[in-house]
Structure formats: structure tokens, C-alpha cells
């Protein structure tokens, strides 16, 4: 199947992100202009940006974290869905950046490697003992 061209529409770019099959959930359909589109979630938007920082920056994740209003449950249980370590990784460690502690719930699902928190950046930074990232970027809430 021959992916989808981007759509320019002022100063907005839309990008068609491939994702394998288990990955495709928590969207929902809306009608806009008479057609219907399909629209994430916020936990769905923020566990793919979680696992795809080049398309959604971390720091638009934590923000999301911060400011918006989602289902921790729900939240929860969509990054595990994902079916991703780092994503756990970094979902956890922004969460508790944010006052949130959900280590009980995840720490099942850790691996011992260390991951970068945003591995757009360079891999130099303190090392989360808990979460087992490398912080290379900072954040408050």
C-alpha cells in the first residue's frame, strides 16, 4: 500500500504515521466539513508521542501531562498497549515529574537498560535509577 502524501493547511502539517496493527486503537471518529476523520484520544496521542518523539516532542507530551485533562486508567493501560518499554519508561518518569506514581503499576514491565528520555538528543544526562532513562532534557511542572 503506497502511504499517504502530508497535508499542508496553513501553518499545520499533517504527516500519515504507518503502525502496526496492535498499535491501532483509541481513535474515534468526528465529523469536520462533512467528512469524517478520525481523531486520537488524548491518552492515544500521548502514548504515540511517547513512543514516536520525532513526530510530537517530549516536552508536548509532558505539557499534555500538565495540562490537559485524560484518564490515568485509561492512560495507563493505552501504554501498555503499545506494547513498549521506553514508552512505560518515559511515560512513568514524566508522570511523576507531574506528581503522579505509578511505579507500583509498571515496574512488572521494566527492563534493566537504560533508554534516553528523548532520544532525539544527545545521550548525556543523569541516570534515573527508577525508571532507568537517561534524562537529557528537563522538565517542571
Do not use: Q
Not at 499517504?4 to 504507518?18: A, L, M, P, T
Not at 492515544?44 to 490537559?68: H, N, Q, R
Not at 514508552?87 to 514524566?94: A, E, T, Y
Not at 509498571?106 to 535509577?129: F, M, Q, S, W
Amino acid at each position: 500500500m503506497k502511504p499517504k502524501k502530508e497535508i499542508r493547511k496553513e501553518s499545520y502539517v499533517i504527516k500519515f504515521i504507518k503502525l502496526k496493527k496492535r498499535r491501532i486503537f483509541g481513535y474515534g471518529k468526528e465529523r469536520h466539513h462533512g467528512k469524517t476523520i478520525f481523531v486520537g484520544e488524548l491518552e492515544k496521542i500521548i502514548a504515540d508521542s511517547l513512543l514516536l518523539p520525532m513526530y510530537c516532542s517530549i516536552s508536548e507530551a509532558f505539557t499534555a501531562l500538565v495540562e490537559g485533562t485524560y484518564d490515568i486508567k485509561k492512560l495507563i493501560r493505552y501504554a501498555i498497549a503499545m506494547d513498549s518499554v521506553v514508552v512505560l519508561k518515559r511515560l512513568g518518569h514524566l508522570l511523576e515529574k507531574h506528581g503522579v506514581d505509578v511505579y507500583g503499576k509498571l515496574k512488572g514491565k521494566l527492563n534493566k537498560r537504560y533508554d534516553a528520555l528523548d532520544p532525539l538528543l544527545p545521550t548525556i544526562g543523569k541516570h534515573d535509577k527508577k525508571w532507568r532513562l537517561i534524562i537529557n532534557e528537563t522538565f517542571e511542572a
